[in-house]
């Protein structure tokens, strides 16, 4: 599924119509097309040159015209005239009466009222074209999206977040941003996610980005109490979305868990907890910031027990299995629970990127993995 580009407005009045739109329908979807502004100067600079010329012909021929006030035409009523004509309404008090002024009336006047009304009637045709367009886009992806991920704020553990999910190989059309920044949406925008602008923690803000639909919800905010309230209402919408929630406070951990948080994840510890391995251990601290890092070196990945590594234990599997879970427990590879590996499991593992293992050198190919060996990426067990 394809999230749909917003439309460019052709003048001010639709880009301002078109943006209470947008906010009215909650959604936000990227633009790939830019210079809304361009376009409205063009139209206001087009508009002004056929009010100038109307002027400056009937200015310099103002003595063929004749006022029922006091019978002259100045160059405020030279305006006057223009202004009544060309929006045709034409209240009859400045009119011509020579010939050659009839003349230009007929053959200049007209032509540019004309033109004028174009730029009017195809102005307002395109608001109505594009604020219709832009409602059945809206509406046609708020029906076609589901099994997505809504990452809710969009700061720093939020855009870090989005950029591991598609890392793993979950597209940018599959993410949708909620953060109540209008500038924070927008530049979600630029870079090409679909984005709500709203409170996450109202029920209608993540039904704007279908949360009852989604597969999971991460929710990165900054205050551990609104990431308690975003985590009630995402769970009061959906029972079976996975939900992934950031703390500040380890304190904070269990009450994210009793309201519905299927992983919480505590961010001030855990950072500090890497910030006292690499002053302990420098080289672990690096092996560690490899591991959460996706894209390259090592990487933790969760994967299902092969038909091949069925009846096995953990050690003999080709990747180095760090846990087993098995229904709703995760064990550790070495839990006795865990010596013999069941069809139904699923291991987290530690393996190397796809880009990092062609860079290993040849190496004959068993059920898809490189084979153990001189020059295997295989990491040795104790």
Not at 2 to 21: F, H, M, N, V, Y
Not at 276 to 297: A, N, T, W
Request: net charge positive.
């Amino acid at each position: 599924m394809r999230i749909p580009p917003a439309l460019t407005p052709g003048s001010g009045a639709s880009t301002r119509d078109l943006e209470r739109d947008r906010q009215a329908m909650g959604v936000s979807l990227p633009r790939h097309i830019a210079g809304p502004l361009i376009q409205v100067v063009k139209r206001l600079a087009l508009a002004n040159l056929v009010l100038f010329t109307a002027f400056l012909v009937v200015y310099l021929d103002r003595d063929g015209y004749t006022d029922a006030k006091d019978g002259e035409v100045g160059a405020l009523d030279a305006l006057y005239y223009v202004t009544v004509s060309l929006s045709t309404t034409g209240y009859g008090d400045i009119a011509p009466y020579s010939d050659l002024a009839r003349l230009l009336t007929t053959f200049v006047i007209t032509p540019l009222r004309v033109a004028f009304l174009i730029i009017l009637v195809g102005t307002t045709l395109e608001v109505l074209t594009e604020r219709t367009r832009e409602q059945w886009r809206v509406g046609h992806w708020r029906k076609t999206l589901r099994d997505h991920t809504v990452i809710v704020g969009f700061g720093t553990k939020g855009r870090s977040a989005a950029e591991t999910l598609m890392r793993t190989g979950v597209t940018q059309d599959r993410i949708v941003v909620v953060d109540p920044s209008t500038e924070v949406v927008e530049q979600a925008n630029a870079e090409g996610y679909a984005g709500v602008v709203g409170d996450a923690t109202r029920s209608n803000v993540l039904l704007r980005a279908r949360a009852d639909r989604a597969r999971q919800v991460v929710i990165s905010t900054q205050r551990d109490d609104t990431a308690v309230l975003v985590t009630l209402t995402a769970r009061q919408l959906s029972k079976s979305v996975r939900i992934v929630a950031s703390v500040r406070e380890e304190e904070n951990v269990p009450l994210l868990r009793q309201s519905g948080a299927d992983s919480v994840i505590t961010s001030a510890s855990a950072v500090g907890r890497l910030l006292g391995l690499s002053m302990v251990s420098p080289s672990s601290g690096s092996v560690m910031e490899d591991l959460i890092q996706q894209g390259s070196g090592l990487s933790l990945k969760e994967r299902p027990v092969t038909r091949a590594e069925a009846g096995k234990s953990p050690r003999e599997c080709d990747d180095l299995v760090v846990s087993v879970i098995r229904g709703h427990r995760l064990l550790p590879f070495d839990d006795p629970e865990a010596r013999t590996l069941q069809l139904q499991d699923r291991v987290v593992v530690i393996r190397r990127t796809a880009g990092d293992e062609e860079k290993v050198g040849p190496a004959k190919q068993k059920e898809g993995r490189p084979e153990r060996g001189p020059g295997s990426w295989r990491i040795p067990r104790g």
